[in-house]
């Protein structure tokens, strides 16, 4: 056990005392808080000449009212007199005379409202839409003598909805933010991992010391070690994003728990997602030391670790689908294929529809695999630790299954 906990001693200590780790665990979410506060500055900034643009402002233009819906009054208003020659105000459009012409259908509701206008640039040619359904509500609104019709008419009312499951009420939709956290955190370990674990093992490899260390530690050893410590830096960087992001949850949810439905946290859910967020990162290391351990060099891992990631997150890509068809076929394989389960159920489990018996599955089926890969890694490794310069074939691995072949540092 002291062999064990000085080679996870030594790579954490040896990875989070370079600048370099730092560098990169503190850059990422420096640059989204940069970016983040320049956007809401540009949008803040740009929000009044973006509103303005689009709005509707008083313009001389020309109509025709084939619905019989406007009232010549409130065109007047905003510029607007009936046309007496619709070809000719088209001419006039188009030779710049006239800067708008409007052509009510006979039924707007189903019909679009035509119209031609002087180009005044992308973001400034809304306001002529703006103005044509601006003229059309208004004469409508004018028509009705009831003030509360009129309201209705101008702006849809909210509705306040509360749904019932069991005789309580049913949570809203922050109460998948929780849960739904374990699928982002996975997905950041993954990525942060990812070339770390692969580059821990093969380095030994690559830069052909293996033998000397094996003198002091078993290959099992050397391995455990190795995962032990890159979850511990893992662990960390996910940290640095963490911390920030739960401080900005803390200030931001309550702002918005009201209108959502109220941020609502599931016991069950939270213990379900934090097994299946484990075992995942489980699994995770697995694959990847199973690639560092598989082939001669940092350089041949490239292909293997890319498809390794897109084993891990490609449920991400069929989530919405997943999410809303729980019970059809696709989503039982990918709630059911190991690589696949960790992202799949966890989406599951956030959105409620994941049993009981489907969650106590995928989480033993994840720790089995996670089991399954790290012994096959540690495995890979202890035969192919003195192979250098080419990969692991299958053909050499059922080759050392058909014979038995002595352990490197036992």
Aim: aromatic letters at 10%; charged letters at 15%; hydrophobic letters at 50%.
């Amino acid at each position: 056990m002291s062999r064990l906990g000085t080679v996870v001693r030594f790579e954490f200590v040896r990875a989070v005392k370079k600048p370099a780790f730092w560098i990169g665990t503190l850059a990422l979410p420096l640059v989204v808080v940069v970016v983040s506060l320049l956007v809401g500055v540009g949008q803040a900034a740009g929000a009044d000449s973006v509103s303005s643009s689009s709005s509707a402002a008083k313009t001389p233009f020309h109509y025709v009212d084939r619905s019989g819906l406007v009232d010549r009054s409130v065109a007047a208003r905003w510029g607007g007199s009936p046309s007496t020659d619709p070809e000719a105000d088209r001419a006039a459009v188009r030779a710049g005379r006239l800067d708008l012409f409007v052509v009510y259908p006979r039924t707007p509701s189903s019909t679009p409202i035509h119209i031609e206008a002087a180009d005044r640039g992308l973001f400034e040619n809304g306001g002529y839409s703006t103005l044509a359904e601006r003229v059309l509500e208004q004469s409508v609104a004018a028509s009705v003598d009831d003030p509360e019709s009129v309201s209705i008419l101008r702006s849809p009312p909210d509705t306040d909805l509360r749904t019932w499951s069991d005789g309580h009420v049913a949570p809203g939709w922050l109460s998948i933010v929780p849960p739904f956290l374990y699928v982002a955190a996975f997905f950041g370990i993954v990525v942060l991992l990812a070339t770390r674990m692969v580059t821990v093992v093969v380095e030994e490899k690559e830069n052909r010391i293996s033998e000397m260390i094996l003198t002091t530690v078993t290959a099992g050893e050397l391995i455990r070690g190795k995962v032990v410590a890159m979850l511990l830096v893992g662990f960390v960087q996910v940290g640095v994003f963490v911390v920030p992001g739960l401080a900005v949850a803390l200030v931001g949810l309550p702002l918005v728990a009201a209108r959502l439905g109220g941020l609502t946290v599931d016991p069950w859910r939270m213990v379900v997602g934090a097994l299946l967020l484990v075992g995942g990162v489980l699994l995770a290391s697995g694959l990847f030391v199973a690639v560092g351990a598989a082939v001669p060099s940092i350089k041949d891992a490239s292909t293997l670790q890319s498809a390794a990631i897109f084993a891990l997150i490609i449920p991400l890509y069929a989530a919405f689908f997943v999410m809303t068809t729980p019970g059809s076929p696709i989503a039982a394989f990918f709630t059911y294929f190991p690589t696949f389960t960790p992202i799949t159920a966890m989406v599951r489990n956030a959105v409620g529809t994941l049993t009981l018996t489907e969650s106590v599955a995928c989480i033993v089926e994840v720790f089995a695999t996670a089991a399954l890969l790290l012994w096959f890694a540690e495995y890979l490794f202890r035969h192919s630790i003195a192979q250098y310069g080419s990969k692991v074939t299958l053909r050499q691995i059922a080759a050392w299954r058909r014979r038995r072949t002595p352990r490197t540092g036992r």
